[in-house]
T-cell receptor, first 113, second 115 residues
Framework: KNQVEQSPQSLIILEGKNCTLQ??????????LRWYKQDTGRGPVSLTIMTFSENTKSNGRYTATLDADTKQSSLHITASQLSDSASYICVVSRANTGNQFYFGTGTSLTVIP | GAGVSQTPSNKVTEKGKYVELRCDPISGHTALYWYRQSLGQGPEFLIY????????DSGLPNDRFFAVRPEGSVSTLKIQRTERGDSAMYLC?????????????FGPGTRLTVL
């Protein structure tokens, strides 16, 4: 079964601290993996995308890693800001299926001052 | 430029009623996707279109749900005889095509509440 699992389910950190979110997937055949940020009541916004051959991708303070052998990915956020408070969703796309996305349940991040 | 828009932003209806949710994709995007997101969950795939045709509707939960895209642009998700379990955020996304690496651009969603 094609699944995407994320941990932790929720996380609270102090402003300025770093954090790492985890994603495990069983989606096959694998095409690419994305991390999205979703603010409450809004649609998801893409942060990074990685293909099979890429094992790290950065976007400002966000750095994603991918281990296609173990089917694991992480999203590292450095020097967190209050505006980072959101849900972070790991999304895996199956190859040759019309770019169909499989979503994780998300990690709810709260950054407190 | 204009992104994906969805209307209405919120819809409250009574059990048993019929509702229509509209999605305006980014101009020129041939692929359009509908997702449903329950509270505290990630979005779940419902259906996607390539042009006017539904390329995959395997995610529609039952025959009360139907979607159309008659001119290959605007899409409407239709729900008949709504049930309280249909309450969720309905997200629409568009993409330049169905190619594997294309980005999907999401709209703000329609929050459906069935009383």
């Amino acid at each position: 079964k094609n699944q995407v699992e994320q941990s932790p389910q929720s996380l609270i950190i102090l402003e300025g601290k770093n954090c790492t979110l985890q994603c495990n997937y069983t989606v096959s055949p694998f095409s690419n993996l994305r991390w999205y940020k979703q603010d409450t009541g809004r649609g998801p916004v893409s942060l990074t995308i990685m293909t099979f051959s890429e094992n790290t991708k950065s976007n400002g303070r966000y750095t994603a890693t991918l281990d296609a052998d173990t089917k694991q990915s992480s999203l590292h956020i450095t020097a967190s800001q209050l505006s980072d408070s959101a849900s972070y969703i790991c999304v895996v796309s199956r190859a040759n299926t019309g770019n169909q996305f499989y979503f994780g349940t998300g990690t709810s991040l709260t950054v407190i001052p | 430029g204009a992104g994906v828009s969805q209307t209405p932003s919120n819809k409250v209806t009574e059990k048993g009623k019929y509702v229509e949710l509209r999605c305006d994709p980014i101009s020129g995007h041939t692929a359009l996707y509908w997702y449903r997101q329950s509270l505290g969950q990630g979005p779940e795939f419902l259906i996607y279109f390539q042009g006017t045709g539904a390329a995959d509707d395997s995610g529609l939960p039952n025959d009360r749900f139907f979607a159309v895209r008659p001119e290959g642009s605007v899409s409407t998700l239709k729900i008949q005889r709504t049930e309280r379990g249909d309450s969720a955020m309905y997200l629409c996304a568009s993409s330049p095509s169905l190619a594997d690496y294309n980005e999907q651009f999401f709209g703000p969603g329609t929050r459906l509440t069935v009383l």
